[in-house]
Structures are given as C-alpha cells and as structure tokens.
C-alpha cells in the first residue's frame, strides 16, 4: 500500500526561525515521485515541487529546501528565515510510476503551519 | 496564461438534488484529475481522464458519482441525489503530456443542507 504521514498536524514559529516539516513515504515501488504543495489561506493548492526516487540529490530554491532520503523513506521540507507570508497548510505527496504519467496523487494529511510576527 | 478553472466556486443544495460541478483545464494539458478534499484533510483522488477516456475511477465513493469529459477538454462531474455527507471542496487538476506535477484549480465547495 501507498501512504504519506505528516505527523506534524500543527507547527507555530516566530518569524525569521527556521522550519522544518516531516514527511514519511511508504511505497514498494522502486520508481516514484514526491511533491510538496502549499495550500494558503486563500485556499489554493501551489505546488511547490516534485522529487524523482532516482534522483536524491537535495534541493534549495531561495529560503526553501528539501531533504530526500531514500533510506529512512523521508522527504523533508525546510523554510529558513520564516515570514509571515509562509503561513499556509503543506502537503507532502506522493505518486507511482504507472504505465504513462498520468496517474494519482496521494497526499499526506498536511501540516498547518503559523508565522507569528 | 489561464490556470484550471473551476465553476460555481461555491454550491449550496438540498439533500437529494443533483449537481454538476465543471472544470476547464490549462489549455494544452492531456490529463484531467478531480480530488474531493475534507476540511483538515489533503486531497482525495477520486477520478482522471486522459483526453476523453476515463482512465481510473477507482476513487468514486459510489454510483452516485460520475464523470464525463465527451471533447478531451472541459470535464463535468456529477453527484446524484446528493447526501450530507458530500460536502466538501471539489478540486480539479491538470497536467501536461508528459509531466508528473498537476496543477490545481481553486475548487469548488459544495455544501449539502
């Protein structure tokens, strides 16, 4: 079976901390991809970014990073120097390698998280 | 360009009706996705279409729920003779050939009285 676990239901920081949220993956697949999206308060879904299983190289886009570690099934997400602006709820995901791309997304049940200023 | 859109933002009907939520995607994206979301939950796939052909809809609840994308465009899902229980946020996605991201609309919450 397939699942993502975000055991952090809520994280609440000062601004300018840094953060970081969890995401465990369970597949028996040798082939997937991992993906973070933020959901604001507005209500949207942004995506954020997508992860090979081949590929564990991390990642830092500006204050983002990501941490992919094949051998604990971890994708972590780190905001450094946190701003308000973060505050959202974001979802870890996951999807298999099906016979073409298109194929579901199963997603974690997301971490709300708060920049108090 | 245009994101996914999706219409009525909001729906508010009484047990038992039907209703018929829309959904137009990225122009140019082959692969349209539906998601039902619970508040406090992530999304639940529920259905996808690549061009015009249903290929999964394992996540229907039940035959109440039904899809349809007739032109490999626009695609329409229908709940019939709704219940409570349907309410949530309805989200539709699409994605290019090729791509794994989806790219999501900003729903449509339902709410059944």
């Known amino acids: 079976a397939q699942k993502v676990t975000q055991a952090q239901t809520e994280i609440s920081v000062v601004e300018k901390e840094d953060v970081t949220l969890d995401c465990v993956y369970e597949t028996r697949d040798t082939t997937y991809y991992l993906f973070w999206y933020k959901q604001p308060p507005s209500g949207e879904l942004v995506f954020l970014i997508r992860?090979?299983?081949?590929?564990?190289q991390n990642e830092i886009s500006g204050r983002y990073s990501w941490n992919f570690q094949k051998s604990t099934s971890s994708f972590n997400f780190t905001i450094t120097a946190s701003q308000v602006v973060d505050s959202a709820v974001y979802f870890c995901a996951l999807r298999l390698s099906g016979y073409s791309s298109a194929s579901k997304i199963i997603f974690g049940s997301g971490t709300r998280l708060s920049i108090r200023p | 360009g245009a994101g996914v859109s999706q219409s009525p933002r909001y729906k508010v009907t009484k047990r038992g009706q039907d209703v018929a939520l829309r959904c137009d995607p990225i122009s140019g994206h082959v692969s349209l996705y539906w998601y039902r979301q619970a508040l406090g939950q992530g999304p639940e796939f529920l259905t996808y279409?690549?061009?015009?052909?249903?290929?999964?809809k394992s996540g229907l609840p039940n035959d109440r729920f039904s899809a349809e994308r007739p032109e490999g465009s626009i695609s329409t899902l229908t709940i019939q003779r709704t219940e409570q229980r349907d309410s949530a946020m309805y989200r539709c996605?699409?994605?290019?050939?090729?791509?794994?991201?989806?790219?999501f609309g900003p729903g449509t919450r339902l709410t059944v009285t």
């Open positions: 992860r090979n299983s081949f590929d564990e």
């Open positions: 996605a699409s994605s290019s050939q090729g791509a794994y991201e989806q790219y």
């Open positions: 279409f690549n061009y015009e052909a249903q290929q999964d």
